[in-house]
């Protein structure tokens, strides 16, 4: 079993920064893929970014591309999200995921093995 817990959130002005943090105490985390997906209310869990489990891979949905940046220190067994340029449409809860493989996809919520709790970020115009 993995545990994974999220950080970082918090309310911030549009056009403000936040960095999200995803950290796992088990050491097998170092060999998961780990993906970033948010939920706003009323939405479905959709998928932000995602990094592969050595950090050489990542995919970032077009939305936040070039605003959002995922990256991994496994030697803190973290991963990272830096959110610049936010936007009131960013507001949501965010998770982290982990996932053995990516069989069938990196964007697919079902994919995921382990999930934190959430954090909100709340984006103010």
């Known amino acids: 079993q993995v545990q994974l817990v999220e950080t970082g959130g918090g309310l911030v002005q549009a056009g403000g920064s936040l960095r999200l943090s995803c950290a796992a105490s088990?050491?097998?985390?170092?060999?998961?893929?780990v993906g970033w997906f948010r939920q706003a209310p009323g939405m479905e869990r959709e998928f932000v970014s995602g990094i592969s489990w050595n950090g050489g891979t990542t995919y970032t949905t077009d939305s936040v591309k070039g605003r959002f940046t995922i990256s991994r220190d496994s030697a803190k067994n973290t991963v990272y999200l830096q959110m610049n340029s936010l936007k009131p449409e960013d507001t949501a809860v965010y998770y982290c995921a982990a996932a053995a493989t990516w069989r069938r996809g990196y964007s697919g919520p079902s994919e995921y093995n382990y999930w934190g709790q959430g954090t909100q970020v709340t984006v103010s115009s």
């Open positions: 088990e050491h097998t985390f170092k060999s998961l893929h």
